[in-house]
């Protein structure tokens, strides 16, 4: 079972902050927080990690919570080619099996 | 640079055929990953190869066999093909295992 609860889907309008949410209650210490998307049936694509400090990089930020059981991936001005689903995973950065759940569908509105 | 290939992208079998997927990579990575995507759902591990010369099994192994041909190139071997293997599979490829993994564009393999 995945170890993460996203929202199935969420809307935002084209050009706001989309703000995607992520819970991982039982997330162990050594347990790094991914994002991927999937844009229409193309291979997923990493978007960024991080594992207690909020990171940022040229896609998106990523803000944990101080207790690390949630944490949210903004996307600062969506744009439509930002439609997609996007996957959140507890991963712990060692030989071990990335589990993909069935993500957040966000639709960005014109 | 061509990142992650896969071929064929698209191929239709008949029950109880075989054939192999070939997924190839120029990144210079030492690990590579097989998954499948079923309709409305996420990725499934199938076998996932951490270094050249070793192979693991994933979450769904049962059905497929994997080669580790060398440093670049990572097949999925269908021995004899059922409906329920009708999905999407996408290669994958991670400068180790503790990387974050980049994706080919998927083969669409429907077996009637």
């Known amino acids: 079972d995945a170890k993460t609860t996203q929202p199935p889907s969420m809307d935002c309008a084209e050009g706001r902050a989309a703000n995607l949410p992520c819970n991982h209650s039982?997330?162990?210490?050594?347990?790094?927080v991914y994002w991927y998307r999937q844009i229409h049936s193309q291979g997923p694509q990493y978007i960024i990690h991080?594992?207690?400090n909020n990171e940022t990089n040229e896609m998106a930020s990523l803000i944990i919570t101080e207790d690390r059981k949630s944490s949210t991936l903004i996307l600062p001005h969506a744009t439509l080619r930002d439609t997609a689903v996007y996957y959140c995973?507890?991963?712990?950065?060692?030989?071990?099996?990335?589990?993909f759940g069935k993500g957040t569908r966000l639709h960005i509105l014109p | 640079n061509a990142g992650v290939t896969q071929t064929p992208k698209f191929q239709v079998l008949k029950t109880g055929q075989s054939m192999t997927l070939q997924c190839a990579q120029d990144?210079?990575?030492?690990?590579m990953y097989w998954y499948r995507q079923d309709p409305g759902m996420g990725l499934r591990l199938i076998y996932y190869?951490?270094?050249?010369?070793?192979?693991d099994k994933g979450e769904v192994p049962n059905g497929y066999n994997v080669s580790r041909l060398n440093k670049r190139e990572f097949s999925l071997r269908l021995e004899s093909a059922a409906p329920s293997q009708t999905s999407v599979y996408f290669c994958?490829?991670?400068?180790?295992?503790?990387?974050?993994?980049?994706f080919g564009p998927g083969t669409r393999l429907t077996v009637t």
């Open positions: 995973i507890a991963w712990a950065n060692r030989d071990d099996k990335i589990i």
């Open positions: 039982t997330i162990s210490g050594n347990e790094y």
């Open positions: 991080g594992l207690k």
């Open positions: 990144m210079n990575h030492n690990s």
């Open positions: 190869s951490a270094s050249e010369g070793t192979t």
């Open positions: 994958a490829t991670a400068l180790t295992s503790s990387y974050e993994q980049y």
